[in-house]
């Protein structure tokens, strides 16, 4: 404005000067009232003018805001920092084949067996169709698999289920199918008890090292914390009361409010097997200050130890406790290497949880076809003896060969009576005693020696140099093979 | 929602400690649902079940939408395709090994696109679907919880429109923390959905100070059994573009459309818009449970336009991975295309005809229902028998229905809808001679109403 009026002045003289200044000052602020009644209203960002017709809405590119998703689903699809994950992603990329690729990763991180895989084999090829199709004519009736039929389970599942679990637990200790819900798999058994015991921002107590999996499976939707309870190599890694007492204080203290103790047994990834007395130490503690006790049980049938195995469900009918602060989770996925059938189960000896976990099982159910499949399978009692004896003599029997070869390497291994993994101490092999040493290992162990073995960064273990090594997926001439490139390994730190 | 600790009801409570544990806000509140007429009916039904010849005066059931119209198709596909080869999948018994181990949340390549081959079967090619953007789930029930947790957090909300799936409230809201508005829909234009009932719903959350996250609609919609117009569909992506938000189409009955034609799947408008911004908002669910007549297998799926999602969405379903078993099984048939092309067309005809069947006979009692062109059950208008126009009258009337007919079937109050007096009525759960009776008891019902 002041530019203009000057210049004019300059150009026509006194009179005109100011008509001449008037005009363009007059323009100028009709001009601002025009443009300002045009802008649209600032305090929503993102209504846009309804003038746009549709096809110019769709077509306007950038200018629509990106939807966004909840704060809880950002950390899930951001790759995974965790060893665990990165291991598993690594064997995809080139996976060891004994035949066709005998430079690739050897998988040393997936707990899973295929060591009675011929016996399974048989018995679905002699048995699958009948099972799957069972009707009371003979005639195939697709009714019978297809229609709608109870989330928690078929009541003849329940039974069998039942029964099977008392047989692989030692016999000492029955279920009740009533008490019993069929899950698609461990995974949301572990889940749904999270939902039903503690609300969000309560944490559960869990002893080190733990499964990896957890993380995911407790804290991506329900919101509960996981604190950890340290053990050590000085225990073999068993947990003690002072230990659970102290990390109950301390979370006290900071303002955290624990619902219960979570725990497996056979404990993953260490293969210990919890004595009597510990299972009664941890029940008595979790009465004292009246929290839940959940007992996974994933691996019962693969116990290959002289060390008896003891369910959490036998101490709590034994009476001296209350057993409704009680929760079992167990799986087909270990013990049977079924995993792709997705077949879980959650046993509770709380009505109300048992209950609620009911309703909870619209959201992963098992279909029905599998489940008549399971039932045959199960009630095999023939089959099914035959099977866990072979199951536990060949890990067993793989075991003695992989930690043997560990020890001619001057590798010692943890105390372990069941899983399918034993715990092993590289510490010998790290270049720093610590956390930064130990996934240094890692790394080299993935890259050079091309094998994926977990550390116990990624299991929370508090003492650096443990790795989880998975055996029961090697046929007896991979061993070798692996403790030779170990070897070299070593070897190549010492140069 | 509930109280948090449980004093009275442990019954296995035998120690001397007279501390009881504690349980969840969720495992102790009533967002299960259970409790509601919806259910208790159910539960008649199950205490006393019609059979054509052992219980020819027990409870028909017609408030479950199962389709069972179809089995016979699928029995005779299974019985001549060698079953061995449909088990395991082409390879046989050796197949058995990848089959037993097989958990990986991203399921069976050859799964995934059968199933996006059927679902572009079932829309006449009218959109194309890629098997990677599929994300496999135990059940339509789960995806559209998985989704509810990918796309809001505790104490936001969906909006969804009345009338609408009771379970519904259950599925999206009990884990979850996510509440549901209602976009409120009545009988004056065949209850579609309005701009203005959006933005009345939108306004209404926001006046509570609660943040609006998507919409979710059923197209075809359970209870109206109608198809949603394609310019409603229109109108619902603009609202969601303007408001930033998302929108859930939930596709499970659109196998089951009369007329082919009549159906516009979300899928078909968001394939003419290349604007990535506007497409990722979009996200369909799916299962095999209505148009298959399959839900005994657990098979539901969400397909999202969005790439993070569908990444997420993946990952969360470990919790409700669909059976390696199932998936082998079904694969080859679903991607049969003579098979499919046969059975959805075959399908159509005989729900069509089953609900002339109703509506037909329905008519003839004096009662009327909307016309409806998709779905298993027709949406039938009782509001002139109500003694009293108010959801307490229209509770009376389905309890009559239930006692002296011996026919359960869902008051509309169940599904929030703003008109009293409308009810599910389920058809295809059961053979035409049953049908046919249920016809018979409403016949002598009304007559008798008349005479008084």
């Given at each position: 404005?002041?530019?203009?009026v000057?210049?004019?002045?300059?150009i026509q003289?006194?009179?005109?000067?100011?008509?001449?200044?008037?005009i363009?000052?007059c323009?100028?602020y009709f001009?601002?009232?025009?443009?300002?009644?045009?802008?649209?209203?600032?305090?929503?960002?993102?209504?846009?003018?309804r003038?746009?017709?549709?096809?110019n809405l769709f077509?306007?590119?950038?200018?629509?805001?990106?939807?966004?998703?909840?704060?809880r689903?950002?950390?899930?699809a951001?790759?995974?920092?965790?060893?665990y994950?990165i291991g598993?992603e690594r064997?995809?990329?080139?996976?060891?084949d004994?035949i066709?690729?005998t430079?690739g990763?050897i998988?040393?991180?997936l707990a899973?067996s295929?060591?009675?895989?011929?016996?399974?084999?048989?018995w679905?090829?002699?048995n699958?169709?009948?099972?799957m199709?069972?009707?009371?004519?003979?005639?195939?009736?697709?009714s019978?698999i297809?229609?709608?039929?109870?989330f928690?389970?078929?009541?003849?599942?329940?039974?069998?289920?039942?029964d099977?679990m008392s047989?692989?637990m030692?016999?000492?200790?029955?279920?009740?199918?009533?008490?019993?819900?069929?899950t698609a798999?461990?995974?949301p058994?572990?889940e749904v008890?999270?939902?039903?015991?503690?609300d969000?921002g309560?944490a559960?107590?869990i002893?080190t090292?733990?499964y990896p999996?957890?993380?995911?499976?407790?804290?991506?939707?329900?919101?509960?914390?996981?604190?950890?309870v340290?053990?050590r190599s000085?225990?073999?890694?068993?947990v003690?009361?002072?230990a659970?007492?102290q990390?109950?204080?301390q979370?006290r203290k900071?303002?955290s409010?624990?619902?219960?103790i979570l725990?497996?047994?056979?404990?993953n990834?260490?293969?210990?097997?919890?004595?009597r007395?510990?299972l009664?130490?941890?029940?008595r503690f979790?009465?004292?200050?009246?929290i839940h006790?959940?007992?996974?049980?994933?691996f019962a049938g693969?116990v290959y130890?002289?060390?008896e195995?003891?369910?959490m469900?036998?101490?709590?009918g034994s009476?001296e406790f209350d057993k409704?602060r009680?929760?079992?989770?167990?799986g087909?996925s270990?013990d049977?290497?079924?995993?792709?059938?997705?077949?879980?189960?959650?046993?509770s000896?709380?009505?109300?949880v048992?209950?609620?976990?009911?309703k909870?099982?619209r959201?992963?159910?098992v279909?029905?076809?599998v489940?008549?499949?399971l039932?045959?399978?199960l009630s095999d009692v023939?089959?099914?003896e035959?099977y866990m004896?072979a199951?536990r003599q060949r890990?067993?029997?793989?075991h003695?060969r992989?930690?043997?070869g560990l020890?001619q390497?001057?590798?010692?291994?943890?105390?372990?009576?069941?899983?399918?993994y034993c715990?092993?101490d590289m510490?010998?092999?790290?270049?720093?005693?610590?956390?930064k040493?130990?996934?240094e290992?890692?790394?080299?162990?993935?890259?050079v020696?091309?094998?994926?073995?977990?550390p116990?960064?990624?299991c929370y273990?508090?003492?650096p140099?443990?790795f989880r090594?998975c055996?029961t997926?090697?046929a007896d001439e991979d061993?070798?093979?692996?403790m030779e490139?170990?070897?070299q390994?070593a070897e190549?730190f010492?140069? | 929602m509930g109280?948090?600790?449980m004093m009275e009801?442990?019954?296995?409570?035998?120690?001397?400690?007279?501390?009881?544990?504690e349980?969840?806000?969720?495992a102790v509140s009533?967002?299960?649902g259970?409790?509601s007429?919806?259910?208790a009916g159910?539960k008649?039904y199950?205490?006393?079940?019609y059979?054509?010849s052992?219980?020819?005066?027990?409870?028909?059931?017609?408030g479950?939408?199962?389709?069972?119209?179809?089995?016979?198709?699928?029995?005779?596909?299974?019985?001549?395709k060698?079953p061995?080869g449909?088990?395991w999948?082409?390879k046989?018994?050796p197949?058995?090994?990848e089959n037993a181990?097989?958990?990986?949340?991203?399921g069976l390549?050859?799964?995934?696109?059968a199933?996006?081959?059927?679902?572009e079967?079932?829309?006449?090619g009218?959109a194309r679907?890629d098997?990677?953007?599929i994300?496999?789930?135990?059940?339509?029930?789960?995806?559209?919880?998985?989704?509810t947790?990918?796309l809001a957090d505790?104490?936001?909300?969906?909006l969804?429109?009345?009338?609408?799936?009771?379970g519904?409230?259950r599925?999206?809201?009990?884990r979850?923390?996510?509440?549901?508005?209602?976009?409120?829909c009545?009988s004056?234009n065949h209850?579609?959905?309005?701009?203005e009932a959006?933005?009345?719903?939108?306004?209404t959350?926001r006046?509570?100070?609660i943040?609006?996250?998507?919409?979710?609609i059923?197209n075809?919609?359970?209870?109206?059994?109608a198809t949603?117009?394609k310019?409603?569909?229109?109108?619902l992506?603009d609202?969601?573009?303007?408001?930033?938000?998302h929108?859930?189409?939930?596709?499970?009955y659109?196998?089951?459309?009369?007329?082919a034609?009549?159906f516009?799947?979300?899928a078909?408008i968001?394939e003419s818009?290349?604007d990535v911004?506007?497409?990722?908002r979009?996200?369909i669910v799916?299962?095999?449970?209505?148009?298959l007549?399959?839900p005994g297998f657990?098979?539901?799926t969400i397909?999202?336009?969005?790439d993070n999602v569908v990444?997420?969405?993946?990952?969360?379903?470990?919790f409700?991975?669909?059976?390696?078993?199932?998936q082998?099984?079904?694969a080859s048939?679903?991607?049969?295309?003579?098979f499919t092309?046969?059975?959805i067309?075959?399908?159509?005809?005989r729900?069509r005809r089953?609900?002339?069947?109703?509506?037909?006979?329905?008519?003839?009692?004096?009662?009327e229902?909307?016309k409806?062109?998709?779905g298993?059950?027709c949406?039938?208008?009782?509001?002139?028998?109500?003694?009293?126009k108010?959801?307490d009258?229209?509770?009376?009337?389905?309890?009559?229905?239930l006692?002296e007919?011996?026919l359960?079937?869902?008051?509309?109050?169940?599904?929030?809808?703003?008109?009293?007096?409308?009810?599910?009525?389920c058809?295809?759960?059961?053979?035409?001679?049953t049908?046919?009776?249920?016809?018979?008891?409403?016949?002598?019902?009304?007559?008798?109403r008349r005479r008084f």
């Amino acid at each position: 404005m002041r530019l203009i009026v000057p210049l004019r002045g300059v150009i026509q003289g006194r009179g005109g000067l100011f008509v001449g200044s008037l005009i363009p000052c007059c323009l100028f602020y009709f001009l601002q009232l025009y443009l300002k009644r045009r802008r649209p209203p600032p305090s929503d960002p993102t209504e846009l003018p309804r003038t746009f017709s549709r096809t110019n809405l769709f077509s306007r590119g950038n200018s629509i805001g990106r939807v966004r998703v909840s704060s809880r689903a950002v950390p899930v699809a951001k790759p995974s920092d965790s060893p665990y994950y990165i291991g598993l992603e690594r064997v995809k990329t080139d996976p060891y084949d004994r035949i066709t690729n005998t430079d690739g990763i050897i998988q040393l991180g997936l707990a899973e067996s295929t060591l009675c895989f011929d016996l399974l084999q048989r018995w679905m090829s002699e048995n699958l169709m009948e099972s799957m199709m069972q009707s009371d004519d003979g005639e195939f009736d697709i009714s019978s698999i297809a229609m709608y039929k109870p989330f928690e389970g078929l009541l003849e599942l329940r039974v069998a289920f039942a029964d099977f679990m008392s047989r692989i637990m030692g016999g000492n200790v029955s279920f009740d199918p009533s008490n019993m819900v069929i899950t698609a798999g461990g995974t949301p058994a572990i889940e749904v008890l999270a939902f039903c015991l503690a609300d969000h921002g309560n944490a559960f107590l869990i002893p080190t090292p733990y499964y990896p999996g957890f993380d995911r499976d407790i804290k991506f939707r329900t919101g509960v914390e996981l604190i950890p309870v340290h053990c050590r190599s000085s225990d073999n890694f068993t947990v003690t009361v002072s230990a659970l007492e102290q990390a109950l204080n301390q979370a006290r203290k900071r303002g955290s409010k624990v619902s219960g103790i979570l725990f497996s047994n056979p404990s993953n990834p260490v293969g210990n097997i919890l004595s009597r007395e510990t299972l009664c130490d941890i029940l008595r503690f979790a009465q004292e200050k009246n929290i839940h006790v959940i007992s996974d049980e994933i691996f019962a049938g693969s116990v290959y130890g002289d060390k008896e195995f003891v369910s959490m469900a036998e101490i709590a009918g034994s009476g001296e406790f209350d057993k409704t602060r009680v929760h079992i989770i167990y799986g087909l996925s270990k013990d049977l290497s079924i995993p792709g059938f997705r077949a879980g189960v959650i046993y509770s000896f709380h009505e109300d949880v048992v209950n609620a976990a009911k309703k909870l099982m619209r959201f992963s159910s098992v279909p029905v076809l599998v489940q008549r499949i399971l039932i045959s399978l199960l009630s095999d009692v023939r089959f099914i003896e035959g099977y866990m004896a072979a199951h536990r003599q060949r890990i067993r029997d793989k075991h003695i060969r992989f930690v043997e070869g560990l020890k001619q390497l001057g590798i010692p291994c943890a105390e372990s009576g069941g899983g399918l993994y034993c715990w092993v101490d590289m510490s010998s092999l790290l270049t720093s005693y610590s956390e930064k040493g130990e996934l240094e290992l890692f790394e080299k162990l993935l890259t050079v020696a091309k094998i994926n073995a977990t550390p116990g960064t990624a299991c929370y273990c508090i003492e650096p140099g443990w790795f989880r090594c998975c055996f029961t997926a090697l046929a007896d001439e991979d061993i070798p093979v692996i403790m030779e490139r170990i070897r070299q390994l070593a070897e190549s730190f010492r140069s | 929602m509930g109280l948090p600790l449980m004093m009275e009801r442990s019954s296995n409570n035998n120690n001397n400690n007279n501390n009881v544990v504690e349980l969840s806000r969720v495992a102790v509140s009533d967002t299960h649902g259970e409790d509601s007429p919806y259910f208790a009916g159910w539960k008649a039904y199950d205490e006393n079940p019609y059979d054509e010849s052992h219980n020819p005066s027990g409870v028909i059931q017609m408030g479950l939408a199962e389709n069972q119209v179809s089995f016979d198709l699928l029995e005779t596909y299974l019985e001549k395709k060698n079953p061995e080869g449909s088990m395991w999948g082409s390879k046989g018994a050796p197949g058995f090994r990848e089959n037993a181990l097989f958990q990986d949340y991203h399921g069976l390549k050859t799964f995934r696109q059968a199933m996006a081959s059927f679902m572009e079967q079932i829309r006449g090619g009218k959109a194309r679907f890629d098997p990677d953007r599929i994300v496999l789930t135990a059940g339509a029930t789960a995806a559209n919880e998985l989704l509810t947790f990918i796309l809001a957090d505790p104490n936001d909300a969906l909006l969804v429109p009345t009338p609408y799936y009771p379970g519904f409230d259950r599925d999206l809201r009990w884990r979850t923390g996510v509440k549901i508005v209602p976009i409120h829909c009545d009988s004056s234009n065949h209850f579609q959905i309005t701009p203005e009932a959006l933005e009345s719903a939108y306004q209404t959350a926001r006046d509570a100070n609660i943040r609006v996250r998507g919409v979710l609609i059923t197209n075809p919609s359970n209870p109206l059994g109608a198809t949603v117009q394609k310019k409603v569909l229109e109108d619902l992506l603009d609202f969601c573009v303007r408001k930033n938000i998302h929108l859930v189409s939930d596709e499970i009955y659109s196998g089951s459309v009369f007329h082919a034609s009549e159906f516009t799947s979300v899928a078909e408008i968001v394939e003419s818009i290349d604007d990535v911004s506007v497409k990722e908002r979009v996200h369909i669910v799916y299962s095999l449970s209505k148009d298959l007549g399959l839900p005994g297998f657990r098979v539901g799926t969400i397909y999202s336009y969005n790439d993070n999602v569908v990444r997420t969405a993946r990952r969360m379903s470990s919790f409700t991975l669909v059976s390696s078993q199932t998936q082998h099984m079904l694969a080859s048939m679903l991607s049969d295309e003579e098979f499919t092309e046969k059975y959805i067309r075959i399908n159509r005809e005989r729900l069509r005809r089953r609900y002339e069947i109703i509506v037909e006979g329905l008519k003839k009692a004096g009662i009327e229902c909307l016309k409806g062109n998709a779905g298993l059950f027709c949406w039938m208008n009782l509001g002139f028998l109500l003694e009293k126009k108010t959801k307490d009258g229209e509770l009376q009337l389905w309890d009559v229905i239930l006692k002296e007919l011996k026919l359960n079937i869902s008051p509309g109050s169940s599904c929030h809808c703003s008109e009293v007096g409308w009810f599910r009525v389920c058809f295809a759960n059961m053979s035409e001679n049953t049908l046919e009776i249920a016809l018979k008891r409403i016949h002598k019902f009304m007559d008798r109403r008349r005479r008084f």
